[in-house]
């Protein structure tokens, strides 16, 4: 099991918290909270090593496009980039939706 540990400068505000995803076979989960330090924090916990480079580089495009301050943890099963990359937009569009039940 790899942990890596990433900061992303933020702009924005998330709205609420956000879970989706599983850790299943070639999934992940992503848990999102919302908060006011002006960065993202994100954590990733993964049983595939040697991947550093391929996840800075996901979530660098991530949040070049979506300068969120939040809270970020990913727990990966083996997902590819493209997976990756939509299950962060997926919980960016439910800790954005702000009718969404607020834990």
């Known amino acids: 099991m790899e942990k890596l540990n990433f900061r992303?400068?933020?702009?924005?505000?998330?709205?609420?918290?956000?879970?989706?995803?599983?850790?299943?076979?070639?999934?992940?989960?992503?848990?999102?909270?919302?908060?006011?330090?002006?960065y993202a924090d994100v954590t990733v916990r993964t049983g595939t090593t040697g991947f550093n480079q391929i996840w800075e580089k996901v979530l660098e495009r991530f949040f070049s496009h979506h300068a969120i301050s939040a809270t970020i943890k990913i727990n990966d099963f083996g997902a590819t980039p493209g997976v990756v990359s939509l299950r962060l937009s997926q919980a960016l569009e439910v800790g954005r939706n702000a009718g969404y039940i607020k834990k």
């Open 8 to 38: 992303f400068p933020a702009t924005q505000m998330l709205e609420s918290n956000a879970h989706v995803g599983v850790v299943g076979s070639g999934d992940l989960e992503i848990l999102m909270e919302p908060s006011d330090q002006g």
